[in-house]
């Protein structure tokens, strides 16, 4: 089974720190993904990867960036968090572009003071 | 920018008794996947129906796809109180970057 972990399960931070979510997988998949999720507003893309060193921008990347300089890690960077980053941050991996199942993480729960 | 759709956003059955959520899209598509989610987890893949496919069945699981009508329907047979979790839909297009956009999802309860 493919396994996607995320370091975190709760994270507190204070308003301007900069923040690191950092994702691994381990099933060698080229493309990877951040996700946030809101009540209410469903799954939001903030970026994805589709191989080592290329991001593209999802739905709303504004307040992150990414890096992926290995195959297996995809990191999420909040260069100054802000309150309204207070969310459900989920990374996922998949084979495929478009027509392969996500393998998700288990989230990570950021609250930003 | 959201395309699925579920209805609807809440469910509450009794054990044993069957769930159906739906899923309606607007744009072509190229598959359609259900996940589902428990309370503070990630998502897990349940079934992924492509658009040249009418249904699909996966141990307890039966999904339906109508691409005339934009619409997907997920039904769980004979439901036990495990099952409670919020089923979301995403649509995929082959070849697209941006992989699968998601509804908001179907909070399901199965009552004991």
């Known amino acids: 089974d493919v396994k996607v972990t995320q370091s975190s399960r709760y994270l507190v931070k204070r308003t301007g720190e900069k923040v690191f979510l950092e994702c691994v997988q381990d099933m060698d998949h080229e493309n990877m993904f951040w996700y946030r999720q809101d009540p209410g507003l469903g799954l939001r893309l903030i970026y994805f990867s589709y191989d080592v060193k290329m991001k593209e921008k999802g739905d709303i990347p504004e307040g992150y960036s990414v890096s992926r300089e290995k195959k297996e890690r995809f990191s999420l960077i909040l260069e100054s968090a802000s309150t309204n980053q207070t969310s459900m941050y989920l990374c996922?991996?998949?084979?495929?572009?478009?027509?392969?199942?996500?393998?998700f993480g288990n989230g990570t729960r950021l609250t930003v003071t | 920018s959201q395309q699925g759709e579920e209805d609807p956003q809440a469910l509450s059955i009794q054990e044993g008794e069957n769930a159906t959520m739906n899923c309606s899209y607007k744009t072509s598509i190229n598959n359609l996947q259900w996940y589902r989610q428990n309370s503070g987890r990630g998502l897990v893949h349940l079934i992924l129906?492509?658009?040249?496919?009418r249904e699909k069945h996966s141990g307890r699981l039966r999904v339906t796809l109508d691409t005339s009508k934009k619409s997907s329907s997920l039904l769980i047979t004979a439901s036990r109180a495990a099952d409670t979790a919020s089923y979301f839909c995403?649509?995929?297009?082959?070849?697209?970057?941006?992989?699968?956009?998601f509804g908001s999802g179907t909070q399901l309860t199965v009552l004991p």
């Open positions: 129906i492509r658009s040249n496919e």
């Open positions: 996922a991996s998949s084979r495929r572009v478009g027509d392969s199942p996500l393998h």
């Open positions: 995403a649509t995929g297009v082959y070849g697209s970057a941006r992989q699968l956009t």
